[in-house]
């Protein structure tokens, strides 16, 4: 398996992408519910959960936005690239801590 030099098997998401990926998820989600069920209690209690969880999320974005450009758009490229849809399979859903 080839990896790139921070150790992350190519065509796979490295942990901050997948990060990244599962709060993306995660806030589609949300916004669905709150289009859905703006008043209901399991909105806001997800939607409160989401927003306590962040700090994580804010520190991974912050890392994987701060490489270049160059080197952002090549690795959405070979993520995208995945014919699987393998690359950000752990990215599913889970709470963020």
Do not use: K, Y
């Not at 150790?7 to 990926?21: C, M, P, Q």
């Not at 709150?34 to 969880?53: D, I, K, M, N, Y």
């Amino acid at each position: 398996m080839r990896t790139t030099d921070e150790g992350t098997a190519v065509g796979r998401a490295n942990s901050d992408e997948a990060l990244l990926v599962a709060v993306r998820r995660r806030a589609t989600h949300l916004a669905t519910l709150l289009v859905t069920h703006p008043f209901a209690q399991s909105t806001r209690a997800e939607l409160e959960g989401f927003l306590a969880g962040h700090r994580e999320a804010e520190q991974a974005a912050a890392r994987v936005l701060g490489q270049p450009a160059r080197v952002l758009r090549a690795r959405i490229a070979e993520l995208a690239a995945d014919p699987a849809g393998e690359a950000c399979a752990g990215a599913e859903w889970r709470e963020l801590p």
